[in-house]
């Protein structure tokens, strides 16, 4: 269902509302935002939603232009929602649930050669809303004009009268970056800047921490452009945990629960060949669906062991032995495969696994998109770069009862092998990886 025209809509008590950010990069690519609007309930229901651009005011509706008032959404069904906002054009979409209805936004983005990749969008709610007065902090901010990484910026005013918000951004030692900036934004609005960091004069850096405050209920985010595989990664704003793995954003409209921890997570050295995350998680889960989205750009081939198992990463409950969710790596030579196994409520000694032909290149980016269904029993990985597919493979999710259970406790994920390690592993020196983000999709 693409958009058509609209009329005007009222500010509903039951808004979601998503950024919309459509830009043409400087790489060439085009991004579109679209909506998955789901309906678990018996009977039909109807979604009412309306495009907001950009700094104007969104308690004044009857000039909206965009996508029309009313989706009829049928039980149990979902309804796939396009070209929210076209390329070159920025927002929000306010779309009024009722008090059943699902949302999840996604940002498409297609690479000059074709490829597209596909990252989630948040959603704002009163779940995660900021109240007037709080304090939202954004970590692992960076910009890298040459490594094809910036930073765009957004301020969401929630409110139903004109906000005042303090911006300041802080580099990892502590100094700040220019001086701290006013902005004035208009009721229900978004202001959003492109190339933030490189607005208040940053060259390369990484690292940053922004801070917003505003006097109305607010939300805020960053997201990163990534080339080569041309993508949009929204940075969401942290809670404050005692782990070190940084923070689960709270459930959006959808019921999902996303951790992600930007930029560089780890860079396997002679001295710390393996990197550690703690996946955090508010409460024991019962998924049906998980998601796990990250970087790595490999470096030299250990020839320790040839062809040597270099780890991606594992992802596992508890320790070891059938808690598996995802253990994904790369073989180098005389072999050259992508692999991963998984053994999530098995008896000791069994596993199902996948493998696939696939050689990757030392300096060269790759995404990798792993996705454990349980719902339907099946686990798919898939590697790609610069928007183009690589290689997916597939095998048995075994989760019992199909349900993938997450304990409170949370998860740990690990990036790289030690050295001396049994089998075919091997460490990994030189070899980094970025941007993991783990969404949690329960029933």
């Known amino acids: 269902m693409a958009f058509g025209a609209l009329s005007a809509a009222p500010l509903g008590a039951a808004e979601v509302f998503l950024p919309a950010l459509n830009p043409v990069a400087n790489d060439g690519s085009r991004s579109e935002t679209e909506l998955w609007i789901s309906n678990p309930a018996a009977s039909g229901d109807t979604a009412k939603a309306v495009f907001l651009a950009a700094d104007t005011d969104g308690t004044q509706r009857s000039g909206s232009t965009g996508i029309p008032t009313s989706v009829a959404v049928f039980a149990k069904s979902s309804v796939n929602v396009t070209h929210v906002s076209q390329s070159g054009k920025f927002g929000l979409v306010a779309v009024d649930v009722g008090s059943g ?3 999840e936004g996604r940002i498409v983005s297609t690479s000059p050669s074709g490829g597209v990749v596909v990252s989630r969008v948040p959603v704002i709610s009163d779940a995660n809303k900021i109240a007037a007065g709080g304090k939202a902090e954004l970590l692992g901010l960076e910009r890298n004009p040459e490594g094809g990484r ?11 009268a004109a906000a005042s918000c303090q911006v300041a951004f802080f580099r990892a030692d502590g100094s700040q970056v ?7 934004l208009k009721p229900v609005s978004l202001l959003h800047f492109s190339d933030a960091l490189g607005i208040l004069g940053e060259g390369r850096v990484s690292g940053v921490r922004g801070e917003v405050s505003c006097n109305q209920p607010f939300y805020t985010y960053g997201a990163t452009f ?11 704003p942290s809670g404050t945990v005692a782990s070190s793995g940084g923070p689960s954003t709270p459930p959006s409209s959808s ?5 992600e921890r930007t930029g560089l997570i780890h860079e396997a050295t002679t001295s710390v060949p393996k990197g550690k995350v703690t996946v955090t998680v508010p409460r024991d889960l019962s998924l049906k669906r998980l998601v796990l989205d990250m970087d790595v750009v490999p470096g030299p081939w250990n020839p320790e062991k040839v062809p040597g198992n270099h780890a991606i990463v594992w992802l596992y409950r508890g320790k070891f032995r059938s808690n598996t969710v995802a253990n994904v790596n790369a073989f180098g030579p005389n072999k050259y495969t992508v692999k991963f ?13 996948a493998e696939g032909s696939l050689t990757f290149q030392q300096g060269t980016r790759y995404h990798l998109h792993y996705v454990y269904d349980a719902e339907n029993a099946l686990v798919t990985a898939t590697v790609s770069s ?34 001396g ?23």
């Open 226 to 236: 990534g080339w080569p595989s041309s993508h949009y990664l929204f940075v969401t």
């Open 101 to 103: 209805l699902l949302v």
């Open 341 to 353: 196994n998984q053994n999530v409520d098995l008896p000791a000694g069994q596993i199902t696994a």
């Open 150 to 160: 910036l930073v765009h910026f957004g301020v969401v005013n929630l409110g139903t």
């Open 421 to 443: 390690q049994e089998g075919p592993e091997v460490a990994s020196v030189g070899w980094k990886y970025y941007d993991l983000r783990i969404e949690m999709v329960p029933y």
């Open 255 to 259: 019921g999902s629960v996303v951790f």
């Open 386 to 419: 610069g928007g183009q597919t690589l290689r997916s493979i597939s095998a048995a999710a075994t989760a019992a009862n199909r349900h993938l259970t997450v304990p409170a406790a949370g998860m740990n994920a690990e990036f790289g092998h030690y050295f």
């Open 178 to 184: 220019a001086s701290t900036v006013t902005l004035t």
